[in-house]
């Protein structure tokens, strides 16, 4: 793709992801929820931070499943504001870099690691999943989660990974693939179609696999992700005082633009097949 075109989808998804302030939206709501925001709790800020389709439970299950060690250098790309970086870094001893196109979502992952106090343990870089900035041959593990949507290429993807991953690392990925009939929109990823790269499970795996990548493992998780995005819909519900935090904490927090709408797409595409959900993971030479 030109580099003209590259430019413009970065400018689009930074505004598709990241309108306004949002270290500043985050901080807002905290206090909306009667919280300290000098003090974040992970559990706090889970509420939100974890905003892809499973939540922080579905980073848990895919760190279990594929058998993450301590001391293991992890590389999240797409990693947002950082939820699932700290997640590996604080349940599973990884050292973990995040790496994320919008720009936003990397100053607000540095402020929360720093206000739930692990500043020193995780790193925040912004560039391009397709052209990661660091070195060749650096990490055990590639780690992406549900950004594979917003990538049009992904061949070069893969080969990126390819090209970071020590040999016989591997790369974890959960996304959302293609099922039958049309995407409902406007979706968390994408408010319309111009932004959604959403691959069939087909093509996802040809394009791995001509990087030169060995597939382990192919999971359907749209069980998993379908009733977490129930759960998330149900929130959105007026609730009783004694909830307020979470409500205020909410996906809302980062998604303030037809945050309903997007949660009752992803669940109806979900639940009628347009969608599935994946885990995977690939193996480097």
């Not at 990241?18 to 925001?37: E, T, Y």
């Amino acid at each position: 793709m030109p580099s003209s075109d590259n430019q413009a989808l970065s400018l689009a998804l930074n505004a598709h992801y990241a309108p306004g302030d949002v270290s500043r939206r985050i901080l807002a709501a905290v206090r909306a929820a009667g919280l300290d925001p000098q003090e974040i709790s992970r559990d706090a800020a889970a509420l939100f931070d974890e905003f892809h389709g499973g939540g922080r439970e579905s980073t848990r299950a895919l760190a279990r499943a594929v058998g993450l060690a301590s001391g293991e250098r992890v590389l999240d790309v797409g990693c947002g504001v950082g939820g699932p970086a700290r997640t590996l870094c604080a349940e599973f001893g990884c050292a973990v870099t995040g790496v994320d196109l919008t720009h936003e979502f990397i100053l607000a992952a540095k402020l929360l690691s720093q206000r739930v106090g692990m500043a020193e343990r995780v790193t925040f870089l912004h560039g391009s999943a397709l052209a990661l900035p660091v070195a060749d041959a650096s990490f055990d593990w590639v780690w992406s989660q549900n950004m594979l949507m917003n990538i049009p290429d992904k061949q070069r993807f893969a080969q990126e990974i390819r090209r970071v991953l020590k040999p016989g690392g591997r790369c974890a990925i959960e996304t959302v693939v293609a099922g039958q009939g049309d995407i409902l929109y406007p979706c968390f990823w994408a408010a319309e179609p111009a932004l959604s790269f959403v691959a069939t499970p087909a093509a996802l795996r040809a394009a791995f696999s001509a990087a030169g990548l060995e597939e382990q493992s192919w999971t359907d998780t749209t069980a998993l992700v379908l009733a977490h995005g129930q759960r998330r819909l149900a929130g959105m519900l007026p609730v009783p005082a004694g909830e307020a935090a979470s409500a205020a904490l909410g996906i809302g927090v980062l998604v303030p633009d037809r945050v309903l709408d997007k949660t009752r797409n992803a669940v109806r595409n979900n639940e009628e097949g347009r969608t599935l959900a994946v885990q995977s993971v690939w193996r480097s030479p």
